[in-house]
């Protein structure tokens, strides 16, 4: 079964801080993805990868970047944190023929930005 | 552009009714359509896709190309499928298939 992890399930920062959310998978899927669900609004795609290094922009890529150092890790970090950044931030994973389409979620991080 | 709607924010079915969660999309080319669910405390996951053609848990899912639409439905709804549904479209943009989501439906389901 797919696993896919992200380190924290709550987070709350202080508006200014950089804030690192971590998502680890272990069935060596090629392509990473961020979501934001917002009530209201669904899922919007922040940033994917679909290799190592690899990142392209989703919809509402502003104010965060990734980095994808390992296959297995995909990061995104919220440079300098701001109030309307407060959200309910999802990790998922596909393998590479199914970019944009099969997608294994993690829990989510719900992030509080004070 | 791509687009996903989801007219119904909630929709409150008693037991052993019939469900219909709607979804209408925008997509100038050909798509292709998913539901996916989040039932309380658990992850969202696939539920199903239009390609495949099957039920699953009682659910159904045509595509519609006249009517741009891509409902689920569900003749006997049960209490266990009270959860948040979420349409999905896969479709080519910037050069990437990405798969763009609607604003969801929670469906309760009451004894």
């Known amino acids: 079964d797919v696993k896919v992890t992200q380190s924290s399930r709550y987070l709350v920062k202080r508006t200014g801080e950089k804030v690192f959310l971590e998502c680890v998978q272990d069935?060596?899927?090629?392509?990473m993805f961020w979501y934001r669900q917002d009530p209201g609004l669904g899922l919007r795609l922040i940033y994917f990868?679909?290799?190592?290094?690899?990142?392209e922009k989703g919809d509402i890529p502003e104010g965060y970047s990734v980095s994808r150092e390992k296959k297995e890790r995909f990061s995104l970090i919220l440079e300098s944190a701001s109030t309307n950044q407060t959200s309910m931030y999802l990790c998922?994973?596909?393998?590479?023929?199914?970019?944009?389409?099969?997608?294994?979620f993690g829990s989510g991080t719900q992030l509080s930005v004070l | 552009a791509q687009r996903v709607t989801q007219p119904e924010k909630l929709l409150s079915v008693f037991k052993g009714a019939p469900v219909e969660l709607k979804c209408n999309y925008s997509y100038s080319g050909s798509p292709e359509l998913f539901w996916y669910v989040q039932y309380s405390r658990q992850r969202l996951q696939l539920l199903l896709r239009?390609?495949s053609r099957e039920s699953i848990k009682g659910f159904t899912a045509d595509l519609n190309k006249g009517e741009t639409s891509f409902h689920l439905k569900k003749p006997f709804a049960q209490e266990e499928d009270s959860a948040m549904y979420y349409c999905?479209?896969?479709?080519?943009?910037?050069?990437?298939?990405?798969?763009?989501f609607g604003a969801g439906t929670r469906l309760a389901v009451h004894p």
């Open positions: 998922a994973s596909s393998p590479g023929h199914l970019l944009g389409k099969k997608l294994f």
């Open positions: 069935m060596d899927h090629e392509n």
């Open positions: 239009h390609i």
């Open positions: 990868s679909y290799d190592v290094k690899m990142k």
């Open positions: 999905a479209l896969s479709g080519l943009s910037g050069g990437y298939n990405k798969l763009i």
